[in-house]
């Protein structure tokens, strides 16, 4: 199962510690004008370059794209991308063969493929994956743009730390490319940082939280009942690594609400038919309204660790104190986010492809 989507279809491959990652997008109209430069700031952005806050793992995720691009255009058929991995180091993982890390997929892949899944760094389940996701959103983005439909993630919250203000959309994008941690408020941006930073230090990690916003969706895209837009994301999101929640506009809020406070108020804008609030988060019945969709995806901290846990040896069948080696992001929300907007991207096209409106 490493596809998903439907007129647009993406399709992952490879494994953190093998000769490559990749992944393929199907669907894209021929004759769109696809930049391979705008894929690679993608990638870039999802890289974890020289930050504090990042693994010590250095890829460069250059793409080479080998099939569905021809002068710069899509020609129909499937866009294949492929990353090379280059700053493997496989040592520190052979003692998971019987050992499984908290927290990681170690011990029910063990299970599920009878001890033959690829135990290095994590294999189909790192989120060094998580790349090709980036690759086939940023194809998808680019046709999006041209029809005025725009996607922007940002880091709302990191461990306690959270963002209190709402900062317009345009602002956001650049604040968000601009910050170590994607978040849009340089103060907050600064406290995140120390969260993130403090908790390495104490050989642990954080979580927190990725907030997306789409604009400019046409009124009725979204296929219910089973190819509504939050099932789709949702299906999406959750294909992340790390991820344990996904919720829509005031999502669990709305349990504490009455209908009054919740249902949002039909209203006339500039003509144009919309509502006073947006706690359906841009979406009723799994079909946009035209507001901003809006969704926000939590993120848990960090399993590996340097913090010592017990484990067990699944082959002698007895505890084991574990300290986990390797190299690794005291918190995967900063990398996470434009996961997150290009995954969402990706889902957007899908949806406009399959209702027509392309």
Known sequence: MNSIGSAYRISI???????????????????????????????????????????SRKERDKVEIISGLLNGKATGAPIVGLIANRDC?????????????????????????????????????????????????????QVLERRKVRVLAETVQ???????????????????????????????????????????????????????????????????FFGSIESLMSAVMFSIPGVKGVEFGSGFGSAAMRGSESNDPFVVKRGRVATKTNNCGGILGGIATGMPIQ?????????????????????????????????HDPCIVPRAVPVVENSAAAVMLDEMIQGGFL
């Open 89 to 141: 180091d496989s040592s520190a993982y052979d003692a998971l063969r019987r050992v499984p890390r908290p927290g990681h997929a170690d011990y029910p892949a063990i299970v599920k493929y009878d001890g033959h899944n690829d135990h290095r760094g994590g294999g189909q389940f790192s989120g060094r994956m998580t790349a090709g996701l980036v690759f086939a959103g940023a194809v998808a983005r």
């Open 295 to 327: 969704f926000r995806v939590a993120f848990k901290p960090t399993s590996s660790i340097a913090t010592p846990q017990m484990s067990v040896d699944i082959e002698e069948k007895k505890p084991v104190e574990l300290v986990v080696k390797g190299r």
């Open 158 to 224: 990191i461990g306690n730390i959270k963002l209190d203000k709402d900062i317009p959309f345009s602002a956001a994008e650049k604040l968000v490319r601009a910050s170590p941690v994607g978040c849009a408020d340089r103060k907050t941006a600064d406290l995140m940082k120390d969260e993130i930073v403090n908790a390495h230090e104490e050989k642990d990690s954080v979580g927190g939280v990725v907030r997306c916003t789409i604009i400019g969706v046409p009124v009725g895209v979204g296929e219910p």
């Open 13 to 55: 491959f490879g494994s953190s510690h093998g000769p490559f990652i990749g992944a393929s997008a199907e669907g894209c109209p021929a004759g769109e004008r696809i930049s391979e430069t705008a894929i690679q700031i993608e990638l870039d952005r999802r890289a974890p370059g020289k930050s504090a806050v990042a693994t």
